[in-house]
T-cell receptor, first 112, second 113 residues
């Protein structure tokens, strides 16, 4: 069965600085990969996903993640964060015929 | 179209009482998940239904917790003899197929006094 590791429980970063939220998963031949976001006092929503094709996927609000099969990683990045990016971010992975597994989440704190 | 709905949105109950939480998934979604989210904690997987297959109950924390899914649609999570440590937000999610992206409901905030 899959497992997901989000190495950082909290990440503080200054506004307009770049950020990387790390996600690693246990090895598997074929996987689907997801990042979900939970803004304060809101529900979880899908931020971006990798199913197949290009290993670099982007969201509409400037985040991107790259599927790295050799390193079994799917790190989330943004070149310049905004105060509105304050949220908790969850990485998730599934084998293609099994349920989705979530990481424990990373809280992104944007400092003014 | 309608998203995932959950009811009630808030539930306050006394320790020792039973509670039922309801989830209405998106129509046509074959997979349904229940999670628990406590303050400062991540998502704790509870149970997963996929079509007509036997549910994956591997995340249920004790035998006080049970869930059913009727007709492949609506699901009810039941907690018997509630304890204070059961206080959390209970989230339901559905997906077209098990491995595809999930759509989450707004959650039920359970408070056990």
């Amino acid at each position: 069965a899959q497992s997901v590791t989000q190495l950082d429980s909290q990440v503080p970063v200054f506004e307009e600085a770049p950020v990387e939220l790390r996600c690693n998963y246990s090895s598997s031949v074929s996987v689907y990969l997801f990042w979900y976001v939970q803004y304060p006092n809101q529900g979880l929503q899908l931020l971006l996903k990798y199913l197949s094709g290009s290993t670099l996927v982007e969201s509409i609000n400037g985040f991107e993640a790259e599927f790295n099969k050799s390193q079994t990683s799917f790190h989330l990045r943004k070149p310049s964060v905004h105060i509105s990016d304050t949220a908790e971010y969850f990485c998730a992975v599934s084998d293609r015929d099994d349920k989705i597994i979530f990481g424990k989440g990373t809280r992104l704190h944007i400092l003014p | 179209g309608a998203g995932v709905s959950q009811s009630p949105s808030n539930k306050v109950t006394e320790k020792g009482k039973d509670v039922e939480l309801r989830c209405d998934p998106i129509s046509g979604h074959t997979a349904l998940y229940w999670y628990r989210q406590s303050l400062g904690q991540g998502l704790e997987f509870l149970i997963y239904f996929q079509g007509n297959s036997a549910p994956d109950k591997s995340g249920l924390p004790s035998d006080r917790f049970s869930a059913e899914r009727t007709g492949g649609s609506v699901s009810t999570l039941t907690i018997q003899r509630t304890q204070q440590e059961d206080s959390a937000v209970y989230l339901c999610a559905s997906s077209f197929l098990a491995a595809y992206e999930q759509y989450f409901g707004p959650g039920t905030r359970l408070t056990v006094t």
